[in-house]
């Protein structure tokens, strides 16, 4: 009977009590080796085996220091790289995210066996040879802002991370680190940010590296199933075959893939001197608008081909300041060009209008380039100075989305004296050309 003021009930001293009490045994749970370790001087304990830090606030990287230690070698290190969910480890629990740092299984039972295999005499294309095994591993649901409320200095995501990566070094017990990122950066796959990081820990040279028995492992393939193909474009990038986790582990056959998006298709040689310019002046005075995707290369494109004839850009993002501007240009008796998306119909009638009062023709200039390249060109635009003179950032998916959903191809019946069609192609120097060529989403 429940209530503050109850009566404990008592045992009847002739009513034996059924069943009798039994003894409990209590278990410490101190271990003789944590005694030991708290006796031991400072100066005799081990260093820790697995340490962690944080690199320009994106990078989280883990290093587990086995007793098995690297054995030195004359020959040039290889590298054994692999991601970690769906490739080394999956949910327990079934899920597609763990739900917390125990929440983790082996891929495939094959998976530990194989992975201490290489760091002792691993073989790898009838080779017999060791590897240095690491972890190159997106994770951008990690959180490295401080949990203040629990006054803890690590999120509740990088403590079940550290978790679940810790106990996978541990069952292990190999020299393994693993580089997580967690931000969209340089970082983060295919980008090489990870793999630059891992080079300078281990004091590797990339020239000193023998990337061609070397292998980066993951299932990020772009395969019909796969959510994309970031672990093969970074293979790609960091110059290293490429194995699916059921190539590797379970000596599958290689899997069709879908058509990928291929940056290289787009380094043409430049254009030679009597190739005419893609685009001309018609009129002493007119009104020129784009029509692309962000990322297209409209910007790009002004400044190579207009800007020298003298057309002014507007492109401010409310649509009634940038028609204000462009009416104040030609009614100074200057051209100019709307440097803008201008994806739908209805946003191009409203230069079609200003054009009109204007009494001057308006021509359309479409950029072609495919969802899969202004995505491209976003992120090496965001992530490369050099390659960024307007010193864009990094826009969001749903700019791309938008334009998408909105996007109607433009046509002669809007009103346009002519439409220039414009199919990208990269631009720059050699230097510049390395960088656009790699992969980047």
Same mark, same amino acid.
Not at 127 to 152: A, F, P
Not at 214 to 236: E, I, K, T
């Given at each position: 009977m429940a209530g503050g003021g109850g009566v404990k009930r008592t045992a009847s001293p002739t009513r034996a009590i059924s069943p009798p009490p039994l003894k409990r045994k209590v278990e410490s749970t101190i271990t003789k080796k944590a005694v030991s370790s708290f006796f031991t001087p400072a100066s005799q304990k081990k260093p820790e085996q697995i340490t962690w830090r944080i690199v320009n606030n994106s990078a989280v990287i883990g290093k587990y220091t086995s007793e098995l230690g690297h054995k030195n070698s004359t020959e040039k290190p290889r590298i054994a790289a692999f991601d970690l969910d769906s490739t080394l480890v999956s949910t327990a629990s079934g899920n597609t995210f763990p739900r917390n740092g125990s929440d983790w299984k082996w891929w495939h039972d094959t998976v530990p066996g194989?992975? #201490?295999?290489?760091?002792?005499?691993?073989? =790898?294309?009838?080779?017999?040879? &060791?590897?240095?095994?690491?972890?190159?591993?997106?994770? *951008?649901?990690?959180? =490295?802002? #401080? !949990?203040?409320? #629990?006054?803890?200095?690590?999120?509740?995501?990088?403590?079940?991370? #550290?978790? &679940?990566a810790s106990a996978v070094m541990k069952q292990l017990d190999i020299p393994l680190s693993v580089y997580a990122a967690t931000e969209d950066d340089e970082y983060r796959k295919p980008r090489t940010g990870l793999w630059k990081e891992m080079l300078d820990d281990y004091d590797f040279?990339?020239?000193?590296?023998?990337? %061609?028995?070397?292998?980066?492992?993951?299932? %990020? +393939?772009?395969?019909?199933?796969?959510?994309?193909?970031? !672990? &093969?474009?970074? %293979?790609?990038?960091?110059?290293?075959?490429? *194995?699916?986790?059921?190539?590797?582990?379970?000596? +599958?056959?290689?899997?069709? =893939?879908?058509?990928?998006? !291929?940056?290289?298709k787009y380094l043409q040689a430049e254009p030679t001197d009597d190739v005419a310019p893609p685009f001309s002046r018609q009129s002493p005075l007119e009104l020129v608008i784009f029509c692309g995707s962000p990322g297209a290369g409209k910007s790009s494109f002004y400044w190579e081909y207009l800007e020298p004839l003298k057309y002014e850009r507007v492109n401010q993002d409310l649509l009634k300041t940038c028609i204000k501007v462009a009416k104040e240009h030609l009614a100074a008796g200057r051209s100019v060009v709307v440097d803008n998306t201008n994806a739908d119909p209805e946003t191009r009638s409203h230069w079609v209008e200003v054009a009109k009062e204007f009494n001057v023709p308006i021509r359309c200039v479409y950029f072609t380039a495919s969802p899969a390249l202004c995505r491209h060109n976003n992120a090496v635009r965001a992530a490369n100075q050099t390659l960024n003179p307007e010193s864009r950032t990094l826009l969001p998916g749903i700019a791309f989305g938008d334009f998408l959903r909105r996007f109607k191809e433009p046509s002669m019946e809007e009103g346009f004296q002519d439409i220039i069609r414009v199919e990208f192609r990269f631009r720059g120097d050699e230097s510049a050309k390395r960088l656009w060529g790699q992969y980047w989403v």
């Open positions: 194989k992975l #201490k295999e290489l760091n002792d005499n691993g073989i =790898l294309n009838s080779l017999l040879c &060791r590897y240095y095994v690491v972890v190159v591993t997106n994770q *951008k649901k990690i959180s =490295l802002k #401080k !949990d203040l409320k #629990k006054g803890q200095s690590d999120s509740k995501s990088l403590v079940n991370f #550290k978790e &679940r040279d990339v020239s000193g590296v023998n990337l %061609a028995e070397s292998v980066f492992v993951g299932d %990020a +393939a772009g395969r019909p199933n796969d959510h994309s193909m970031v !672990d &093969r474009g970074f %293979a790609l990038n960091v110059k290293v075959p490429f *194995k699916t986790p059921e190539e590797f582990f379970l000596n +599958a056959d290689p899997e069709p =893939l879908v058509e990928p998006f !291929d940056p290289t």
